[in-house]
């Protein structure tokens, strides 16, 4: 069936470090994505957002790439902070469904 | 932003009793709460979907009968596990869809950690 997926079960930088998180996609459909950061034991926290009529959208030291001819999306972190270390979970949302669909999930460890 | 207020954060309890679990909706209507159960370092499951004033629509596999959800007001959602067993031990998130004529966006609680013992 149609599904998210991510590629890098875990990433492992080193502090300072630019973190690229990759999340493939395979809903031809898919219109609307979202980035989430969940540390353990506590509820995803929203990130950022992207719909499909773009291809780039940037946040404070983060930046969302969506690549649709390839179903592809990815997140950038910027001078990555041991306090970015959590796990990161793409989602998205086809245009007909107001429910998302998550991925596996990344788990970012950054070494100080 | 949006806040959802998820309580217990923890509950451990014995076997063959009920939890209650609830989300609050803090400075918003949350028409739609979502139910999500998460084993560890697995992705999040969705478990239901309720709108306020009716009745959820469980994901296949999701028994309604143990896990009863009721979303009888715009700002609270409760999920109860009956009788429960140690296979029901789970992290279990709330989420709210924030509306702005469509779903724009959803915000989650902080998650209740699940023990039965």
């Known amino acids: 069936g149609e599904s998210v997926g991510l590629h890098l079960p875990t990433l492992s930088v080193q502090e300072g470090d630019n973190s690229i998180i990759n999340c493939a996609y395979s809903?031809?459909?898919?219109?609307?994505f979202i980035w989430y950061k969940q540390e353990s034991g506590k509820g995803p926290q929203f990130i950022i957002d992207?719909?499909?009529?773009?291809d780039k959208r940037q946040g404070q030291r983060v930046t969302v790439l969506l690549n649709k001819t390839v179903k592809h999306l990815s997140l950038q972190i910027a001078a990555t902070q041991p306090g970015d270390s959590a796990v990161y979970f793409c989602?998205?949302?086809?245009?007909?469904?107001?429910?998302?669909?998550f991925g596996r999930g990344t788990s970012l460890i950054v070494h100080p | 932003g949006a806040v959802v207020s998820q309580h217990p954060s923890r509950v451990i309890c014995k076997s063959g009793t009920s939890v209650k679990i609830e989300c609050r909706s803090l400075?918003?209507?949350?028409?739609?709460m979502f139910w999500y159960r998460q084993f560890p370092k697995q992705s999040l499951m969705l478990m239901a979907t309720?709108?306020?004033?009716?009745?959820?629509?469980?994901e296949q596999g999701v028994e309604k009968d143990k896990f009863l959800i009721n979303h009888a007001s715009l700002t609270l959602s409760t999920l109860t596990v009956t009788s429960a067993h140690p296979e029901d031990s789970s992290f279990y998130i709330c989420?709210?869809?924030?509306?702005?004529?469509?779903?724009?966006?959803?915000?989650f609680g902080s998650g209740t950690r699940l023990t039965v013992v």
């Open positions: 992207i719909r499909s009529n773009m």
């Open positions: 309720s709108n306020e004033g009716s009745k959820a629509t469980y």
């Open positions: 989602a998205e949302r086809s245009g007909g469904s107001y429910i998302p669909t």
């Open positions: 809903n031809s459909a898919s219109d609307y």
């Open positions: 989420s709210a869809g924030i509306r702005t004529g469509g779903i724009d966006g959803y915000t």
């Open positions: 400075d918003f209507q949350a028409t739609t």
